[in-house]
């Protein structure tokens, strides 16, 4: 009797070790990951450079990625930059980061840049939402790049 327990014991943790896991978390396999528009260029990387006090990295809760925003285009004014993950069994978007920059030229030589960021190892989707103005403009314009798993 002991043998079968002990066989049955055995044959169960090999079955459960060797079932491959399905993980749907939202890892980039290639950084950087870049997507383009005619306004903007949105690339997330590793973290580089990184001090002290910068956020770590906490395994199975989330991982850092930096992030860096140049525009490409006409110069831009009063820029809003928005970071959005989804969340599992809902609609609703969760914000990480929002920030805004008076002006962002094609030719600045500091883009906008997220040097440490959180993203929740769950999360399926990173949607980053630019608006702006074009100058001498008063109409205001968006665009949104999402970057999700494959």
């Given at each position: 009797m002991?043998?079968?327990?002990?066989?049955?014991?055995?044959?169960?943790?090999?079955?459960?070790?060797?079932?491959?896991?399905?993980?749907?978390?939202?890892?980039?396999?290639?950084?950087?990951?870049?997507?383009k528009s005619d306004q903007w260029s949105v690339e997330i990387d590793k973290v580089k450079?990184?001090?002290?006090?910068?956020?770590?990295?906490?395994?199975?809760?989330?991982?850092?990625?930096?992030?860096?925003?140049?525009?490409?285009?006409?110069?831009?004014?009063?820029?809003?930059?928005?970071?959005?993950?989804?969340?599992?069994n809902t609609t609703t978007k969760y914000g990480i980061v929002k920030t805004d920059r008076e002006?962002?030229?094609?030719?600045?030589?500091?883009?906008?840049?997220?040097?440490?960021f959180p993203l929740a190892e769950k999360a399926k989707e990173l949607e980053v939402v630019i608006t702006w103005k074009e100058k001498g403009s008063d109409r205001n314009y968006q665009e949104r790049f999402t970057f999700s798993q494959d």
């Open positions: 002991r043998k079968y327990l002990f066989l049955f014991s055995f044959a169960t943790m090999v079955f459960a070790f060797s079932t491959a896991i399905n993980a749907h978390a939202l890892m980039f396999d290639q950084l950087p990951a870049t997507q450079n990184s001090q002290p006090d910068d956020m770590k990295p906490k395994k199975g809760v989330y991982q850092t990625y930096a992030l860096t925003i140049q525009n490409t285009k006409n110069d831009a004014s009063d820029v809003k930059v928005e970071l959005f993950r989804d969340e599992e002006t962002l030229s094609k030719n600045d030589e500091h883009p906008f840049h997220f040097a440490n």
